[in-house]
């Protein structure tokens, strides 16, 4: 069975570096063609893809988000970590993990997600 | 960034009938395109991949179509516990990109 668990803080400050962990089980990040990605939704609005890392430690970031943002994996703990930095209100969102299977090109198991609201 | 446009943005529809929303993409992306459905307070749920495989679970009343920049998602009868955002996403390259989503409300 395959789950995805984030964690975070449920708020932080403008210009402070937001950190989020994803802990999955039910699958190996180190097996060829498995990933991980971090996708993120600010209340009522639209999915936003962020980040994916793959089993061969590829990384690939939004190109709008991407001087602020890092993703990295240690598998032998099944933890994916995001980190993003200077915050601002706008970032404030539900953020999600999710498996994205690399041959098959689609994300077919999310966490629940995690509310990080940013406001001083 | 291959953006990804959806129409329309919401749609107001009744129990049985057939709904289609439909997915552009700025550029071909062959058939790399997925279709997710949210609930609100929910995660969302795969429900097509490679623009018309059925993921696994999946209603057989759901379908989708298309290829290289116009897709859609067909719904052929709907029921009370399909209404809800539908959202097409593309898998062809990097940045991945989501559509802006089609609500789909009871009439």
């Known amino acids: 069975q395959v789950t995805l668990r984030q964690s975070g803080p449920a708020l932080v400050k403008p210009t402070q570096t937001l950190t989020l962990t994803c802990t999955f089980s039910?699958?190996?990040?180190?097996?060829?063609?498995?990933?991980v990605s971090w996708i993120r939704q600010p209340p009522g609005k639209a999915l936003e893809w962020l980040a994916l890392i793959d089993w061969d430690d590829d990384k690939y970031y939004s190109t709008s988000l991407k001087t602020r943002l890092t993703i990295s994996k240690d598998s032998s703990k099944n933890q994916v970590v995001l980190t993003m930095n200077n915050m601002d209100p706008v970032d404030t969102a539900t953020y999600y993990c999710?498996?994205?299977?690399?041959?098959?090109?689609?994300?077919?198991?999310w966490g629940q997600g995690t509310l990080v609201t940013v406001s001083s | 960034d291959i953006q990804m446009t959806q129409s329309p943005s919401s749609l107001s529809a009744s129990v049985g009938d057939r709904v289609t929303i439909t997915c552009r993409a700025s550029q071909s992306i062959n058939t790399y395109l997925n279709w997710y459905q949210q609930k609100p307070g929910q995660a969302p749920n795969l429900l097509i991949y490679?623009?018309?495989s059925l993921q696994s679970g999946v209603p057989s009343r759901f379908s989708g179509s298309g290829s290289g920049t116009a897709f859609t998602l067909t719904i052929s009868s709907l029921q009370p516990e399909d209404f809800a955002t539908y959202y097409c996403?593309?898998?062809?390259?990097?940045?991945?990109?989501f559509g802006q989503g089609t609500k789909l409300e009871i009439k």
């Open positions: 999710a498996r994205y299977r690399g041959y098959d090109s689609y994300f077919d198991y």
């Open positions: 039910g699958f190996s990040l180190s097996t060829t063609g498995m990933c």
């Open positions: 490679a623009a018309s």
């Open positions: 996403q593309q898998s062809y390259s990097y940045p991945r990109t």
